[in-house]
């Protein structure tokens, strides 16, 4: 933990290379103006429109994200797809089985080491993973409406700052054993 001039803060702010300007004061917060909220909103209203969009298909929020990353060739195996996906072994295990279910996904032992359990999308896994590229951009366009090319630029890079500066905070401190 690193002390901060006001209150003894759980993240490293020192990893923070720029001068760090305190936006928000606890005697004067409200969460309506809190960059973290208004992204969790946005965030939450996206994924409420994506899921409007897939009831059709049967999927859902939590089944089309590991579907798109295995259709992406992001992870081949259960525990790179939890980790991809935010989640633990047994989460991604009865995920897994849903999409099994629906035939969507098989599950294929390796032939080269039979300990490794590598996933495969079926047929109809993939053509319903190839509709949700479609599906996400009409979703994103739609709530960026009104923004110019200029102003969703900006917005992207804003957004990949916060995110860097975020993941850097997060990443744990070395500790001297002195």
Not at 121 to 134: C, E, K, S, V, Y
Not at 137 to 156: D, H, M, P, T, Y
């Amino acid at each position: 933990m690193v002390s901060h001039s006001t209150s003894t803060s759980l993240i490293d702010v020192d990893a923070i290379t720029c001068p760090m300007i305190e936006f928000y004061q606890a005697d004067s917060y409200t969460p309506d103006d809190s960059v973290g909220y208004m992204m969790r909103r946005i965030v939450t209203l996206v994924a409420q429109g994506v899921a409007r969009e897939l009831e059709p298909t049967g999927l859902t929020n939590a089944q089309w994200v590991p579907l798109f990353k295995l259709h992406m060739g992001c992870c081949s195996t259960a525990a790179e797809l939890a980790r991809q996906c935010e989640l633990d072994a047994g989460s991604m295990t009865r995920l897994l089985d849903r999409l099994e279910a629906k035939q969507l996904c098989r599950r294929v032992r390796s032939s080269d080491d039979r300990r490794v359990v590598n996933l495969e999308l079926t047929d109809a896994g993939r053509a319903a993973a190839q509709q949700i590229p479609a599906i996400l951009c009409r979703i994103q366009n739609a709530v960026l409406a009104g923004f110019s090319v200029e102003e969703w630029q900006v917005l992207k890079g804003y957004l990949h700052r916060i995110l860097d500066t975020a993941q850097t905070l997060q990443t744990p401190v070395e500790k001297n054993d002195q």
